[in-house]
């Protein structure tokens, strides 16, 4: 079974450019959770959807959007790109009522120049 | 074997030994707790979970065990291998959508 697939792996963007990050959930799972890690950090909470709904939002500024399609697959997109964005930008996929079971996919490296 | 009683962000033990490292969460209404591994360069990898009404879980050669009353969580390795080193995060989770996740512990295992 295919786990949680991410993609691009890596990316370099210029400030002010904007960015779109994808992420394919592990089959079955309707709920998909957007993570922001900066190096030496545990990861932050920046999106969670589940049935396409958004169902929770993390402390991040509006350049940051997502929305999840019918087939579950999400789509991270951040506006006005700042250096301070250089993260690994990571996706969870969780369980069919999207409260257990977070499994996460390798992420997105993300740098901002 | 090797243990923290507070949290501390790096560990070093011998391959062979026990490891217990230790986290503290900061919401009394978290229901449920995981523990991740992280190599560098990749994501999260899934260790093992527990609810709040359990205390105790076992998963193959790891156990998680949670205290509400100090709101603690301790993640054991047993038979440490040099191919648990990683960074080790606890996350917590109440009734909302966020996994909040603790201060990472490095775990260096020496062969």
């Known amino acids: 079974d295919a786990g949680v697939t991410q993609s691009p792996t890596h990316l370099i963007k210029t400030r002010g450019q904007h960015v779109t990050l994808r992420c394919s959930p592990i089959s079955g799972h309707k709920s998909v959770s957007w993570y922001q890690q900066v190096l030496g950090q545990g990861p932050q909470f920046i999106f969670q959807?589940?049935?396409?709904?958004?169902?929770g939002r993390g402390n991040f500024p509006d350049r940051f959007s997502a929305r999840q399609f019918p087939n579950y697959s999400s789509e991270l997109n951040v506006n006005a790109l700042l250096l301070g964005d250089s993260a690994l930008y990571l996706c969870?996929?969780?369980?069919?009522?999207?409260?257990?079971?977070?499994?996460f996919g390798s992420g997105t490296r993300l740098t901002v120049v | 074997g090797e243990s923290v009683g507070l949290h501390l962000p790096t560990l070093s033990v011998q391959e062979g030994d026990n490891s217990i490292i230790n986290c503290a969460y900061s919401?009394?209404?978290?229901?449920?707790f995981i523990w991740y591994k992280q190599e560098s360069g990749k994501g999260p990898q899934f260790i093992i979970d527990?609810?709040?009404?359990?205390d105790k879980r076992q998963g193959q050669r790891v156990t998680v065990l949670l205290n509400k009353t100090v709101k603690h969580l301790s993640l054991q390795i047993a038979a440490t291998q040099p191919g648990d080193s990683a960074v080790y995060f606890c996350a917590e989770k109440d009734a909302g959508t966020a996994l909040i996740f603790g201060k990472g512990t490095t775990l260096s295992v020496s062969s």
């Open positions: 969870a996929s969780s369980t069919r009522d999207g409260n257990y079971g977070y499994t």
């Open positions: 959807y589940y049935e396409k709904e958004e169902r």
């Open positions: 919401n009394s209404a978290s229901d449920y």
């Open positions: 527990i609810r709040s009404n359990m």
